[in-house]
Nanobody, 122 residues
């Protein structure tokens, strides 16, 4: 499966963004999909993930209560709604797909999108 992340941009603290991850291929609905983020000099960090059917989700502590992951399998798209953004949310955000159940380990995600930059100014 090929993934394309979009929706990043420059916002002020407290504002919102919605990231989209569009996938090619008719089997997208069989993949767990996750969002990760990375800043220079740091390892890729788990943000959120959603099961293939959408009935199971997981969030990093930093995302709980502010971010919401969802998917529309009819559109082959997964979304990450990010509210109350903080400067520490600044990063390149990547979406990824996995055959595994919802997990936080990036090594189980075999397909990755190209990343979209989110910049939150204070």
């Amino acid at each position: 499966v090929q993934l394309q992340a979009s929706g990043g941009g420059l916002v002020q603290a407290g504002e919102s963004l919605r990231l989209s991850c569009a996938a090619s291929g008719r089997t997208f609905s069989t993949y767990t999909t996750g969002w990760f983020r990375q800043t220079p000099g740091k390892e890729r960090e788990f943000v959120s993930a959603i099961s293939a059917s959408g009935d199971s989700t997981d969030y990093a502590d930093s995302a709980k209560g502010r971010f919401t992951i969802s998917r529309d399998n009819s559109k082959n798209t997964v979304y990450l709604q990010m509210n109350s953004l903080k400067p520490e949310d600044t990063a390149v955000y990547y979406c990824a797909a996995s055959f595994w159940r919802v997990r936080r380990d990036p090594t189980v995600f075999g397909s990755w999108g190209q990343g979209t930059l989110v910049t939150v100014s204070s």
